[in-house]
């Protein structure tokens, strides 16, 4: 777990994949990991991420597995992760129908777009600050 601690995420590499929760647990030799969702582009590329970093610690006999059940939801983002994705710029999932600004803290925002650099975040913006922000989407 801690080499994994250490791969980062491809598309937010201010997390790491535990962070994101990707990263269900290890069962033997494999590493279990959960797709953010199916289709992710990222998914390759992060299984290549894990792959390396296992290899380069001397654990080049353990496999990484997919888990597609259930599937992963925002819920599994650690506070570290959402801590971490709010001082990158990147307001972290929540239900609510408003948004925090992660620049200002203002929740005086409006969504712009539902999709915003990647298709798991939106286009937001803040009307106090008047800066744009890329919020992440709850699923
Ligand atoms: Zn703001």
Same mark, same amino acid.
């Given at each position: ?23 269900? =647990? /290890? ?6 990991? !959960?797709?953010?969702?199916?289709? +992710?582009?990222? &998914?390759?590329?992060? *299984? ?40 990158? =710029? /990147? ?6 129908? !408003?948004?925090?600004?992660?620049? +200002?803290?203002? &929740?005086?925002?409006? *969504? ?28």
């Amino acid at each position: 777990m801690a080499v994994l601690d250490r791969v980062p995420d491809p598309e937010i590499p201010v997390l790491s994949i535990t962070d994101l929760g990707i990263v269900r =647990g /290890i069962r033997g030799n494999r590493v279990l990991i !959960t797709p953010t969702y199916t289709g +992710c582009p990222a &998914t390759l590329a992060i *299984e290549q991420l894990i792959r390396d970093a296992l290899d380069a610690a001397g654990f080049a006999d353990a496999f990484v597995e997919r888990q597609l059940f259930p599937p992963w939801t925002t819920d599994w983002i650690s506070e570290r992760g959402r801590e971490r994705l709010k001082a990158y =710029g /990147i307001a972290p999932p929540s239900p609510s129908a !408003t948004a925090e600004c992660p620049l +200002c803290g203002s &929740t005086d925002t409006v *969504e712009v777009s539902r999709f915003g650099s990647t298709p798991c975040k939106a286009q937001w913006r803040c009307k106090a600050c008047l800066e744009p922000f890329d919020r992440f989407k709850c699923h």
